[in-house]
Nanobody, 125 residues
Framework: VQLQASGGGLVQAGGSLRLSCAAS????????MGWFRQAPGKEREFVAA????????YYAASVKGRFTISRDNAKNTVSLQMNSLKPEDTAVYYC???????????????????WGQGTLVTVSS
């Protein structure tokens, strides 16, 4: 399984970016997917997640109402639309695949088994 994140860049506070994650494999639609971020000197933290069928979405309190996660199972992609960006959103953003046949949650790093390489988002004030 390979995950390729893209779409990061430099944006002013209040602006928007859309991140995309392309996944390899023919069973993409069977797995939940998530986005995490890691700022310099901080631990990786949960941002958003979506169930395999896109029937359920989950967000960190810090991004709820500003970010939207979506997926296209036909194209093997998961996206993160980020609006009203703040300087504190600056981080490397990672997409990840939730563990298969899993009864755990969506919020922890350990809930996921494959990770993309990350894409840098920088929000200037």
């Amino acid at each position: 399984v390979q995950l390729q994140a893209s779409g990061g860049g430099l944006v002013q506070a209040g602006g928007s970016l859309r991140l995309s994650c392309a996944a390899s494999g023919r069973t993409f639609g069977s797995y939940g997917m998530g986005w995490f971020r890691q700022a310099p000197g901080k631990e990786r933290e949960f941002v958003a997640a979506i169930s395999s069928s896109a029937g359920n979405t989950y967000y960190a309190a810090s991004v709820k109402g500003r970010f939207t996660i979506s997926r296209d199972n036909a194209k093997n992609t998961v996206s993160l639309q980020m609006n009203s960006l703040k300087p504190e959103d600056t981080a490397v953003y990672y997409c990840a695949r939730r563990r298969p046949v899993y009864s755990g949650g969506y919020y922890r790093v350990t809930d996921y088994d494959y990770w993309g390489q990350g894409t840098l988002v920088t929000v200037s004030s």
